[in-house]
């Protein structure tokens, strides 16, 4: 019986020792044991919260759940086998296609017999003295080991607004992040949903089909592109197949991951007749493609304002009546610089006869009763059930609630009080041998993630080697590289309109108490990865290896 499997069937506290312990067994966690165990010969440990592996698409089972990135590039490519083995049935995955393929990869690598499931991380410490991080689960589990790498996702912390009278209400809330494995009935019932960021965008025309009534509470209005979701067409598959070289390459150059960029045309110097086609092309073809039909939208503010005014003029024409249409018509930030989702009849849902949009910014919720909403001007709204598609503690939320704590004692809360610093999003000073997957100060949320993450994993994963190659018992980010590359990461937004949107998850600002700081690294993938080169070319310069 292996060391694992012994654990696996346990009642008594008993510590395990292993060479690396992995925290997550999402995108990041599955690729990162197989990269360790089969390209490095490591003792490599998973530790998992949920019953299975999926990470965030696990949990993320609400009605209309998809993925905003194409399905033949939200996947890994770091396999041939598993690229020609699995067929992608839509343009976007859906979240159960995506948990299905998930599954599918870990079980065709094997990769389930080195996951612990239903095992919460509660605290993670470095033992100075071993020269080892002790991780321990809320079930008991105790695992020693020289490396830890934390692959928790990014929007994996649901925010729950805690609204007075929450505990009260007698009928079913959800969080969309949390969402019931068992699937929910709307029917015959009114339904509150709360937020319009991507998700609520994509939940509300689903649950308005089923529900009798869906009121959907708003605080701020979105600008959404159509997706143009379809089922891919075999012709589609089979040319695929044939050019996987030519997508690889494509996303490898890419900024933000996808296989597209933004052409070397300014929307500011386009004639008003040329740019008008242009974007009414880009917006029948949909998606995120949308956005890179310019190469200044996010760098000129009047470039901006002319994208952001097509949007509106399309809401104008999208939804039926004038007043609703003009509460869902964003004005306070510029398009893109709140994550920008991407729907399938969300502007036409306000439409239907069962749909009411209510604006809770100028009339905030008061209170929650046993039987629905209350709002400051003591209007009543009755509900059943309550939907909270109010998002995540993004990108920082799940690193912290880990317990992490470094040399001398230093608790990564306390290092981190005014918010992430990292180098490279990878390391942090004063935490020796961890590493963080997609963490702040990573491209992370602004690509398509599978390529951030195979980035991350694998430089991860070369670093080790390059440790072990040595013979070295620790590698750490220097204080100053962290210092340097976390003033990089706000200089670089501040070159961006991305700083304009003062209310964004991007900045935490969603979180009461959360230091604004703009967390993703914005300068793109592809920079990012020949800075990550460059420093390992450079013997990891910027970290202390000992
Ligand atoms: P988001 O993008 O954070 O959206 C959350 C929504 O919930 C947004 O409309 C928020 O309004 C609203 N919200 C948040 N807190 C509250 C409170 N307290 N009261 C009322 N409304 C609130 O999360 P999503 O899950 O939609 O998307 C996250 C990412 O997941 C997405 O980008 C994809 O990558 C997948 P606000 O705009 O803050 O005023």
Same mark, same amino acid.
């Given at each position: 019986m292996s060391n694992l499997e012994k654990q696996k069937t346990k009642s008594s506290k008993e510590t395990v020792n292993y060479d690396v312990v992995v925290i997550g067994a999402g995108f990041s966690g599955?690729?990162?044991?197989?990269?360790?165990?089969?390209?490095?010969?490591l003792n490599v440990l998973v530790l998992e919260a949920a019953e299975g592996v999926g990470g965030t698409w696990y949990w993320n089972r609400y009605p209309g759940a998809r993925c905003d990135s194409e399905s033949h590039t939200y996947c890994y490519y770091f396999s041939d086998e598993i690229l020609n083995e699995w067929t992608w049935s839509e343009r976007y995955p859906s979240q159960p296609e995506i948990l299905e393929y998930l599954n599918y990869c870990a079980e065709r690598l094997d990769l389930k017999r080195d996951i612990c499931?239903?095992?919460?991380?509660?605290?993670?410490?470095?033992v100075e003295s071993l020269g080892?991080?002790?991780?321990?689960?809320?079930?008991?589990?105790?695992?020693?080991?020289?490396?830890?790498?934390?692959?928790?996702?990014?929007?994996s912390t649901a925010n729950l607004p805690q609204i007075n009278g929450l505990g009260t209400f007698s009928g079913k809330i959800y969080h969309t992040g949390q969402w019931p494995q068992k699937s929910v009935n709307f029917e015959k019932k009114s339904v509150i949903l709360v937020?319009?960021?991507?998700?609520?965008?994509?939940?509300?025309?689903?649950?308005?089909?089923?529900?009798?009534?869906?009121t959907v509470?708003?605080?701020?209005?979105?600008?959404?592109?159509? &997706?143009?979701?379809?089922?891919?067409? !075999?012709?589609?598959?089979?040319?695929? %197949?044939?050019? /996987?070289e030519f997508w690889r390459k494509e996303m490898l150059k890419s900024r933000h991951g996808h296989p597209w960029t933004a052409p070397p045309r300014k929307l500011v110097e386009t004639d008003e007749d040329e740019r008008a086609s242009i974007l009414n092309m880009a917006w029948r073809v949909g998606g995120?493609?949308?956005?890179?039909?310019?190469?200044?939208?996010?760098?000129?503010?009047?470039?901006?304002e002319i994208m952001s005014?097509?949007?509106?003029?399309?809401?104008?024409?999208?939804?039926?009546?004038?007043?609703? &249409?003009?509460?869902?018509?964003?004005? !306070?930030?510029?398009?893109?610089?709140? %994550?920008?989702? /991407?729907?399938?009849n969300y502007f036409e849902t306000y439409n239907r006869e069962n749909v009411e949009l209510v604006d809770i910014r100028s009339n905030p919720i008061r209170k929650i009763l046993s039987n629905g909403v209350e709002l400051d001007d003591n209007r009543f709204i009755g509900a059943n059930v309550?939907?909270?598609?109010?998002g995540f503690d993004a990108m920082s939320g799940s690193i912290l609630k880990l317990g992490i704590q470094g040399r001398e004692k230093t608790k990564l809360a306390d290092v981190w009080k005014e918010g992430p610093k990292t180098f490279l999003g990878l390391g942090v000073h004063g935490f020796p041998n961890m590493f963080v997957i997609t963490g702040p100060g990573s491209p992370s949320v602004l690509t398509n993630m599978p390529r951030a993450i195979e980035q991350n994993v694998e430089w991860v994963g070369d670093c080790i080697k390059y440790i072990e190659d040595r013979g070295a018992n620790t590698i750490e980010a220097d204080k100053a590289s962290c210092e340097r590359w976390t003033k990089h990461v706000t200089a670089v937004a501040a070159e961006t309109l991305l700083l304009n949107a003062n209310h964004s998850w991007y900045l935490g600002a969603n979180i009461p108490g959360k230091p604004r700081v703009f967390m993703p690294y914005s300068a793109g993938l592809n920079k990012y990865r020949a800075k990550c080169d460059n420093v390992a070319a450079n013997a990891y310069n910027g970290f202390l290896i000992n």
């Amino acid at each position: 019986m292996s060391n694992l499997e012994k654990q696996k069937t346990k009642s008594s506290k008993e510590t395990v020792n292993y060479d690396v312990v992995v925290i997550g067994a999402g995108f990041s966690g599955l690729y990162q044991l197989y990269f360790l165990r089969e390209k490095l010969g490591l003792n490599v440990l998973v530790l998992e919260a949920a019953e299975g592996v999926g990470g965030t698409w696990y949990w993320n089972r609400y009605p209309g759940a998809r993925c905003d990135s194409e399905s033949h590039t939200y996947c890994y490519y770091f396999s041939d086998e598993i690229l020609n083995e699995w067929t992608w049935s839509e343009r976007y995955p859906s979240q159960p296609e995506i948990l299905e393929y998930l599954n599918y990869c870990a079980e065709r690598l094997d990769l389930k017999r080195d996951i612990c499931f239903n095992q919460r991380v509660s605290s993670a410490h470095w033992v100075e003295s071993l020269g080892k991080w002790r991780v321990q689960t809320k079930t008991g589990l105790e695992v020693l080991s020289k490396y830890m790498i934390t692959a928790v996702g990014c929007l994996s912390t649901a925010n729950l607004p805690q609204i007075n009278g929450l505990g009260t209400f007698s009928g079913k809330i959800y969080h969309t992040g949390q969402w019931p494995q068992k699937s929910v009935n709307f029917e015959k019932k009114s339904v509150i949903l709360v937020g319009t960021g991507s998700t609520g965008i994509q939940a509300a025309p689903v649950i308005a089909k089923a529900a009798k009534k869906l009121t959907v509470l708003q605080r701020t209005a979105n600008f959404s592109v159509p &997706a143009r979701n379809a089922p891919l067409s !075999d012709d589609f598959k089979k040319r695929f %197949r044939n050019e /996987i070289e030519f997508w690889r390459k494509e996303m490898l150059k890419s900024r933000h991951g996808h296989p597209w960029t933004a052409p070397p045309r300014k929307l500011v110097e386009t004639d008003e007749d040329e740019r008008a086609s242009i974007l009414n092309m880009a917006w029948r073809v949909g998606g995120l493609r949308f956005r890179e039909s310019f190469e200044d939208i996010l760098l000129d503010a009047h470039s901006n304002e002319i994208m952001s005014e097509f949007i509106r003029k399309k809401i104008s024409e999208l939804v039926r009546d004038p007043e609703t &249409a003009e509460l869902l018509t964003p004005r !306070d930030h510029p398009f893109g610089t709140k %994550r920008p989702p /991407i729907d399938t009849n969300y502007f036409e849902t306000y439409n239907r006869e069962n749909v009411e949009l209510v604006d809770i910014r100028s009339n905030p919720i008061r209170k929650i009763l046993s039987n629905g909403v209350e709002l400051d001007d003591n209007r009543f709204i009755g509900a059943n059930v309550i939907v909270f598609a109010t998002g995540f503690d993004a990108m920082s939320g799940s690193i912290l609630k880990l317990g992490i704590q470094g040399r001398e004692k230093t608790k990564l809360a306390d290092v981190w009080k005014e918010g992430p610093k990292t180098f490279l999003g990878l390391g942090v000073h004063g935490f020796p041998n961890m590493f963080v997957i997609t963490g702040p100060g990573s491209p992370s949320v602004l690509t398509n993630m599978p390529r951030a993450i195979e980035q991350n994993v694998e430089w991860v994963g070369d670093c080790i080697k390059y440790i072990e190659d040595r013979g070295a018992n620790t590698i750490e980010a220097d204080k100053a590289s962290c210092e340097r590359w976390t003033k990089h990461v706000t200089a670089v937004a501040a070159e961006t309109l991305l700083l304009n949107a003062n209310h964004s998850w991007y900045l935490g600002a969603n979180i009461p108490g959360k230091p604004r700081v703009f967390m993703p690294y914005s300068a793109g993938l592809n920079k990012y990865r020949a800075k990550c080169d460059n420093v390992a070319a450079n013997a990891y310069n910027g970290f202390l290896i000992n």
